[in-house]
């Protein structure tokens, strides 16, 4: 449903593969964030479906639920290598959410379409009429995706590297 979901997508200059190295290891996905949550991570890069990190979180900088500090673990649930990664997120509140991030990647002349998506058409009956979602804006998408094209532009070290 499109009021369930955000695409936005950007022309960045860097090849599919160092792209989706960033995304895949859990120090990229802190490097790129600009939404201020994402304070830290623990973990290997995901290499397959079912693989998971944990992320070190703190709602402060949206100021609007007073959760103080967290962790929640990151899902891998597709993975294909320089093409698309997603993954959804457990966490304390149980039953899991069920909203889903990822990203697709294709190869264009000069680099690579990125597209961020987020989708949460399939979150628990129980969180519905919560009225949080979507918890992060269109903004903060395209500002991430900034802060990756950035990241990934040459010369720019990379995390793990």
Do not use: C
């Not at 994402?38 to 609007?64: C, I, K, N, Y």
């Not at 399939?122 to 900034?146: C, E, W």
């Amino acid at each position: 449903m499109a009021d369930e979901r955000i695409e936005v997508e950007r022309a960045i200059g860097a090849d599919p593969t160092s792209i989706f190295e960033i995304l895949r290891d859990p120090q990229g996905h802190v490097s790129i964030d600009a939404s201020g949550m994402l304070m830290s991570a623990t973990g290997d890069p995901a290499g397959a479906v079912g693989d998971s990190f944990v992320v070190h979180m703190d709602r402060e900088s949206l100021q609007d639920y007073p959760l103080g500090e967290y962790e929640v673990t990151v899902v891998i649930t597709k993975f294909e290598p320089g093409r698309e990664i997603a993954w959804t997120i457990d966490g304390a509140l149980k039953p899991p959410i069920g909203h889903i991030y990822g990203y697709r990647l294709e190869p264009i002349e000069g680099g690579t379409m990125v597209t961020s998506y987020y989708d949460w058409s399939n979150i628990h009956a129980q969180y519905r009429d919560a009225g949080i979602f979507p918890v992060i804006s269109k903004t903060n998408q395209m500002a991430t995706l900034g802060i990756l094209a950035r990241t990934v532009a040459p010369g720019v070290p990379r995390p793990g590297a």
